[in-house]
């Protein structure tokens, strides 16, 4: 299966995912490319919306391998093979630099953003897809300390192998497409696969109809 763009998928998984308990439920999309689609499944299933910030943490040396990731809450994940071979401190630091990233980053989409209360909500993480899955334990790490009742991932693909260790840790994974033989990047997967930059996210903020949680 080959996406148009990020509303095309957004579309396609809203129709999958089918929220039944709409007073229970909340979605929560991973900045940015996920937001596109979030806002899609909230305002058609006219539940509440937010943002969940999760990022990998790169090798110093390699910065496109991922050898963690860190959410606005909760404790760091690493991949303990890797992480044991770089400088402790300069983890601590990077740690703490991302940290210090996504409270700007909050701090930019609040007046455009209605904090949701997790607390005993079936909560619905989205993003536009998943390649090794790291960036997204660390939000399910964090929407579990929050109290949340139970929690679904939804995404357009993922790999299968993610996708089995993913169904271990949070009650539902929702995707489109699980291929066995990944193709390296979740924009192969997409025709349209631009950036999305902080101004497109609050464009796109400023739609979100408010259901109140």
Known sequence: ?????????????????????????????????????GIIMANTYHVPFDIILSKKIGHPFHWEYAVGAVSERGE???????????????????????????????????????????????????????????????????VREEGAKDITVAVPVIPEDTYRELEKLVDKVI???????FLGAVGAYYTVFPQVSDEEVIRLLQSVRLFPG
Do not use: C
């Not at 990020?6 to 229970?24: F, M, P, T, W, Y």
């Not at 995707?175 to 033989?181: K, R, S, W, Y």
């Open 1 to 37: 299966m080959l996406f148009i763009d990020r509303e095309d998928a957004g579309r396609q998984l809203s129709d999958k995912v089918n929220i039944d308990d709409r007073e229970e439920a909340v979605v929560l999309a991973l900045p940015r490319g996920g937001v596109p689609l």
């Open 76 to 142: 760091p994940l690493f991949n303990d093979s890797e992480v044991d071979q770089i400088d402790p401190e300069w983890v601590s630091r990077e740690v703490l630099d991302i940290r210090e990233k996504m409270a700007q980053r909050r701090k930019t989409y609040l007046p455009f953003l209605q904090k949701q209360v997790l607390k005993e909500k079936s909560v619905i993480i989205v993003d536009d897809g998943i390649a090794t899955g790291l960036t997204m334990r660390a939000a399910v790490s964090a």
């Open 175 to 181: 995707a489109l497409e699980v291929p066995t033989h």
